[in-house]
């Protein structure tokens, strides 16, 4: 009785480990950066967390360009993360980050334009090192649950491989996560209409023309 009570225990504990492998969807390879015409190409290889900012004054209404904005995110693969009414934070797939900073572009003027980037290769492998160890152990602990002889036993082990399960999930999401925010750059635009003079502005704007063309001449 105590082998078929120790051998249900162990199966209890080895089915939520065991079955998200096998109903989970194929996962697809973790990203790999795809570095921009204007990445160094002594950055191959290496993850780099990319985030681009710029201030957009558009011919247009600020409704309208975020509109357009928004639309050209998901056409080309991104999201759009965070909106208010006068600016977007998109994710955009690195490899076609340009293509959107080019679209943005032909809205209006860009200005203040800022491209930062982050490398996050050494913590990723550490993580990635770290995850496998944890396996390692998790595996042990469960051969150890297989051949204990006591509840004692049996409780302590499990409450060691909690804790350890615990952490395998933790890192597997940052590491997903990692994966995601090098495929994706994150690209921040704040949009502006440009202020336009009043009838008094634009005579005050003529006599500026006139006195400059004078002192050309």
Not at 140 to 168: F, G, H, P, S
Request: hydrophobic fraction near 45%; proline fraction near 4%; charge should be neutral.
């Amino acid at each position: 009785m105590a082998k078929v009570f120790k051998a249900l225990r162990f199966l209890f504990f080895l089915l939520p480990v065991l079955l998200p492998s096998c109903a989970a969807a194929p996962r697809a390879e973790p990203a790999v950066f795809a570095p921009s015409e204007n990445q160094e190409a002594s950055d191959g290889g290496r993850m780099i967390v990319i985030s681009v900012s710029l201030d957009l004054f558009v011919r247009n209404t600020e409704e309208e360009a975020r509109a357009q904005l928004i639309h050209r995110a998901g056409s080309l693969g991104g999201f759009v993360q965070n909106a208010t009414a006068n600016a977007i934070v998109a994710r955009i797939p690195s490899a076609r980050m340009d293509e959107f900073l080019d679209y943005a572009r032909t809205l209006g003027e860009a200005e203040n334009e800022r491209r930062t980037g982050r490398d996050i290769t050494d913590q990723f492998r550490n993580d990635a090192i770290r995850l496998d160890g944890l396996k390692n152990v998790r595996n042990r602990y469960l051969a150890l649950l297989d051949r204990a002889n006591t509840i004692n036993e049996m409780l302590n082990i499990e409450r060691e491989l909690e804790r350890i399960v615990l952490e395998i999930e933790r890192l597997e999401a940052r590491l997903r996560q990692a994966e995601t925010n090098v495929a994706y750059t994150t690209v921040t635009v704040r949009v502006m209409e440009r202020a336009r003079p009043g009838p008094v502005g634009w005579v005050f704007y003529g006599l500026f023309l006139g006195i400059r063309w004078l002192f050309v001449w």
